[in-house]
């Protein structure tokens, strides 16, 4: 079965820092991975995907992700954080029902960046 | 709307009574999904809807979960005999389709909250 995980519960780094969230993936074939960040009391919200192509992948409000093949990562990253990206972040991959040809998304457990200002 | 809406956004249950949640997904879309969210434990897959069919119900923790969907729309998430290990935050998402050519790009609702006493 395919699965992600996210080694580190939470992250904290000061305003103005670069950040890495960190996240290894185990699959069978080409993985299809995702991040998602998820804000207080609300729900999660796409911010980037790797399908195929470039290894660095940009997504929304500046984050970016680096799939790497031999190493099975796919950390996410930002140059400079900000305080509001304050939030708890999902990595996902997708499973294959391979009977019928349908997909889910397996999430990680989820790590919390706290960005302090 | 534009987005998936769920209802309620707050239950608090007591222990042994049923509940219900409501999942509005984004128009046009085929693929329905549910997931569970507990503090600590990510996000758990729970089940998987294309149009009215669930062909992915093996993430239902018991025989007290239960969910339909109708009219290719509208899906309903039910909790018999609610116990408190059942508390956690139920969130839906829908996708424009649950085939495996496309992206696997999930759009979230902001979850429905349930609290057993």
């Known amino acids: 079965a395919q699965s992600v995980a996210q080694p580190e519960d939470q992250v904290n780094v000061a305003e103005g820092n670069p950040l890495t969230v960190k996240c290894t993936y185990s699959?069978?074939?080409?993985?299809?991975l995702f991040w998602y960040v998820q804000y207080p009391n609300r729900g999660l919200q796409f911010l980037l995907k790797?399908?195929?192509?470039?290894?660095l992948v940009k997504g929304s409000y500046g984050f970016e992700a680096e799939f790497n093949k031999s190493q099975t990562s796919f950390h996410l990253k930002k140059p400079s954080a900000l305080v509001s990206d304050s939030a708890l972040y999902f990595c996902a991959v997708r499973d294959l029902y391979m009977n019928t040809g349908f997909q889910k998304l397996v999430f990680g457990t989820g790590t919390r960046l706290l960005v302090s200002p | 709307g534009a987005g998936v809406s769920q209802s309620p956004s707050n239950k608090v249950t007591e222990k042994g009574k049923d509940v219900e949640l409501r999942c509005d997904p984004i128009?046009?879309?085929?693929?329905l999904y549910w997931y569970r969210q507990s503090l600590g434990q990510g996000l758990e897959f729970l089940i998987y809807f294309q149009g009215n069919s669930a062909p992915d119900k093996s993430g239902l923790p018991s025989d007290r979960f239960s969910a339909e969907r109708t009219g290719g729309s509208v899906s309903t998430l039910t909790i018999q005999r609610t116990q408190q290990e059942d508390s956690a935050v139920y969130l839906c998402?829908?996708?424009?389709?649950?085939?495996?050519?496309?992206?696997?790009?999930?759009?979230f609702g902001e979850g429905s909250r349930l609290t057993v006493l």
């Open positions: 998402a829908s996708s424009r389709t649950g085939r495996a050519a496309a992206t696997g790009e999930l759009f």
């Open positions: 790797y399908i195929t192509g470039d290894n």
């Open positions: 128009s046009g879309h085929t693929a």
């Open positions: 699959v069978s074939g080409n993985p299809y």
